[in-house]
């Protein structure tokens, strides 16, 4: 089994910075990208930011320039730097996990959620 779980949301003011974590652990071989999906209330889910292992990099529109997703592979752990938020990034923060298992089958992973509130 894997498991994904987030930290670092919290409550910010626009302008702030928060740094969420993800760390996936379990039976895993290898993780061929990891993300960052949000989720806003009454709203879909939409994609922030994803990080393929040895990709290039991809960001929404909406957050290039301010957010930056990097990983540590040793730690099968993203990250997502978010710098200079504004109101409309609040949302509930998922992360995720294009992953191969330690029997080499392919998996999809979610974590629970993280929430982010940026205040005006």
């Not at 990983?71 to 294009?98: F, G, H, I």
């Not at 999809?108 to 982010?116: D, L, R």
């Given at each position: 089994q894997v498991r994904l779980v987030e930290s670092g949301g919290g409550l910010?003011?626009?302008?702030?910075?928060l740094r969420l974590s993800c760390a996936a652990s379990g039976s895993i071989f290898t993780i061929n990208a990891m993300g960052w999906y949000r989720q806003a209330a009454g709203k879909q889910r939409e994609l922030v930011a994803t990080i393929p292992s040895g990709g290039i990099t991809n960001y929404a529109d909406s957050v290039k320039g301010r957010f930056t997703i990097s990983r540590d592979n040793a730690k099968n752990t993203v990250y997502l730097q978010m710098n200079s938020l504004k109101p409309e990034d609040t949302a509930v923060y998922y992360c995720n996990a294009d992953l191969l298992t330690v029997v080499h089958r392919r998996a999809y992973y979610w974590g629970q959620g993280t929430q982010v509130t940026v205040s005006s």
């Amino acid at each position: 089994q894997v498991r994904l779980v987030e930290s670092g949301g919290g409550l910010v003011q626009a302008g702030g910075s928060l740094r969420l974590s993800c760390a996936a652990s379990g039976s895993i071989f290898t993780i061929n990208a990891m993300g960052w999906y949000r989720q806003a209330a009454g709203k879909q889910r939409e994609l922030v930011a994803t990080i393929p292992s040895g990709g290039i990099t991809n960001y929404a529109d909406s957050v290039k320039g301010r957010f930056t997703i990097s990983r540590d592979n040793a730690k099968n752990t993203v990250y997502l730097q978010m710098n200079s938020l504004k109101p409309e990034d609040t949302a509930v923060y998922y992360c995720n996990a294009d992953l191969l298992t330690v029997v080499h089958r392919r998996a999809y992973y979610w974590g629970q959620g993280t929430q982010v509130t940026v205040s005006s």
